[in-house]
């Protein structure tokens, strides 16, 4: 357990358990370092697994301007914890807004990417151009209207998140509660600067298309706002392979856990075998 800083000096709270190859875990928006526990407790005993919270989700600092929050401040944090766990390169697994800035740090640093995990990667990208934001702000202004105990259950009864309940109740539990301690000015800034402003996945066509890492993207077959960024992913990142969880909807790595664990480890072993080869 220690903090790093980042670039501009706000500092990230990060875990590091377990020895071998290096995994780094970037989480969600409505997550933290603790979204990842269930992945850390199955992988520990074979990879070296890093989880951190985002700038603005203690412990990590929670910067008070708004302009310290953006997709560019995201990826560059993930550089950070590399630097500061001393991480040459790694395995990154994103969700949701952490596989966001997941593939833009492996866009911005191919050479330090072993592989990269995209999960329920893409909301918002299909919507009209502003309506994606417009929500963002809704979700602020009810955070800061009234509190973080209304967020979060709000998001776990939407329809992407709803399945959660069903299928795993502890977790449903424990989504809320992670939530509800969270910073309200941390998150809201979240939502406004990283969130609000990010554009599309489909800006980056060219870009991802020039990307050699190795990619698995992994998408609940009930994420609707995901299901089109999943596949342009397929078709336009080199080599990427695509996993569908039935019945399944955002929160894949909590929802279905033994099945997520069991495709990322099963790719990440893989590649690290082609690594030794």
Do not use: W
């Not at 990619?215 to 609707?224: N, P, Q, R, S, T």
């Amino acid at each position: 357990m220690t903090h790093v800083p980042a670039r501009d000096g706000t500092k990230l709270y990060g875990e590091s358990t377990g020895d071998g190859p290096p995994i780094v875990f970037v989480h969600e928006l409505a997550g933290s370092c603790r979204a990842f526990d269930l992945q850390v407790a199955a992988f520990k005993s074979r990879f070296r697994c890093v989880a951190f919270s985002a700038r603005g989700y203690p412990p990590s600092d929670v910067p008070p301007s708004v302009e310290l929050y953006s997709q560019d401040h995201a990826a560059a944090d993930i550089g950070a914890i590399f630097d500061g766990f001393g991480l040459e390169s790694a395995h990154v697994v994103g969700v949701s807004m952490g596989s966001a800035s997941t593939l833009q740090f492996a866009i911005r640093h191919p050479d330090r990417v072993r592989s990269i995990t995209l999960t329920s990667i893409g909301s918002g990208s299909d919507m009209k151009p502003g309506e994606f934001a417009a929500n963002m702000e809704v979700l602020a202004e009810l955070t800061l209207k009234s509190g973080m105990r209304a967020l979060a259950e709000h998001y776990a009864a939407t329809p992407t998140r709803y399945r959660l309940k069903e299928k795993n109740p502890s977790e449903y539990k424990n989504f809320i509660e992670q939530l509800a301690s969270g910073s309200a000015l941390g998150i809201t800034n979240t939502m406004r600067g990283v969130q609000e402003k990010r554009p599309t996945i489909y800006t980056y066509k060219d870009r991802i298309a020039a990307l050699k890492v190795p990619a698995l993207i992994v998408l609940g077959a009930e994420d609707e706002p995901c299901i089109g960024p999943a596949h342009f992913l397929k078709e336009t990142l080199p080599g990427a392979r695509l996993e569908v969880v039935p019945k399944t909807g955002h929160c894949v790595n909590l929802e279905e856990p033994a099945l997520y664990n069991r495709l990322v480890m099963g790719f990440i072993e893989g590649v690290e075998a082609k690594r030794r080869g």
